[in-house]
Structures are given as structure tokens and as C-alpha cells.
């Protein structure tokens, strides 16, 4: 079992920065992707950006060269450095922890609010 948990989220003005944090414990000896989703009301949660263990990396087209993810495979950690915010980027961000054998465990959410 994996134990999932976000932080990081808050209220940003538009143009602002914020980056989030996603901390994996456990049985994390099997860990491979590592993945940040969001959800605004209303909507489907979408992937945003995910990283595998050896570094390969994917961003949705909304969030490329604004977005980035990194990963402390020591520390079982994963980052979003969200930079230039806009307010469509206000939704509950989400980290999902999947494993080589098809396992998937998510975090509780974090809340990214970016106003005007």
C-alpha cells in the first residue's frame, strides 16, 4: 500500500507562481510514475504532467513552458513548479502514484485558486 499526500496549493494572483508538493510512503520500492491531475468544478480530471522514475517526462499542451516536474526518487517526492498562473489553471490539483504492476493509489487534493 501507498500512502499519497499533496501540499502546497493556495491563492495566487494571476501572472503569480506556486509549486506543489506530493510526498509518497509505503511500499514505495515499486514506484514508477509519479503524476499531478487536476479537476476544475464541473469538469474531468485531466493529467497535467507525470514523470517517470528514470526522468522522462509529459506535460499537457495548456501547461507546457509554464509547468514543470521533477522528481527526488531519495525522498519519494515529486514537484510542480507552476509559473506564469493563469485563472483556467484554478482547479484541485492531484497526485496520482502508480506502480510497475498496474497499481494506482491518489492523494486527497490540494487546491489551486489564481485570481484577477
Known amino acids: 500500500q501507498l500512502h499519497v499526500v499533496e501540499s502546497g496549493g493556495g491563492l495566487v494572483q494571476a501572472g503569480g507562481s506556486l509549486r506543489l508538493s506530493c510526498a509518497a510512503s509505503?511500499?514505495?520500492?515499486?514506484?514508477?510514475?509519479m503524476a499531478w491531475y487536476r479537476q476544475a468544478p464541473g469538469k474531468q480530471r485531466d493529467m497535467v504532467a507525470a514523470?517517470?522514475?528514470?526522468?522522462?517526462?509529459n506535460y499537457a499542451d495548456s501547461v507546457k513552458d509554464r509547468f514543470t516536474i521533477s522528481r527526488d526518487n531519495a525522498k519519494n517526492t515529486v514537484y510542480l513548479q507552476m509559473n506564469s498562473l493563469k485563472l483556467e489553471d484554478t482547479a484541485l490539483y492531484y497526485c496520482?502514484?502508480?506502480?510497475?504492476?498496474?497499481?494506482?493509489?491518489w492523494g486527497q487534493g490540494t487546491q489551486v485558486t489564481v485570481s484577477s
Open positions: 496520482r502514484v502508480t506502480n510497475y504492476y498496474g497499481g494506482s493509489w
Open positions: 509505503g511500499i514505495i520500492s515499486s514506484i514508477n510514475t
Open positions: 514523470v517517470t522514475r528514470d526522468g522522462s517526462t
